[in-house]
């Protein structure tokens, strides 16, 4: 299966698996719609060495739809009522969002956990080729 995927520090691709972040900053907007496979990123910009434990990392962690991405700014500016294209969302909901932080807000929707695949990650949207096995709700 081949798919897009994008590399996301941790905790933040744990946050965007487990359902309670669905909204994913970036400073660039992104074309493309569709799956999107998260990666969880080895790096340590925002947890140290031992809290990364508690983590998976160099790998999928998840599978999302890529359903909008907007930016902060103009968000700002329209009617916090608006609904957001190709979304069940309106801008109020995704501004009130405990991670939205911009400058770019991707918005994220129908999020399955997948069973860990380990795999390089990349810069910007990469294709991801592999096989994926969603979890069944209440797995871990």
Known sequence: MTMKALTISQPYAS???SGEKWVENRRWPAGYRGPLAVHAGKGTRYLDRDELRA????GIVAVADLLACMPLASMRQVSR??????TDLTVGQVLDHAHTEGPWCWVLRNVRRVEFVPCRGAQGLWEFDGELNTKREGED
């Open 81 to 86: 009522d608006q609904k957001i294209q190709r």
């Open 55 to 58: 983590y998976p990392t160099g």
């Open 15 to 17: 946050l965007i698996a």
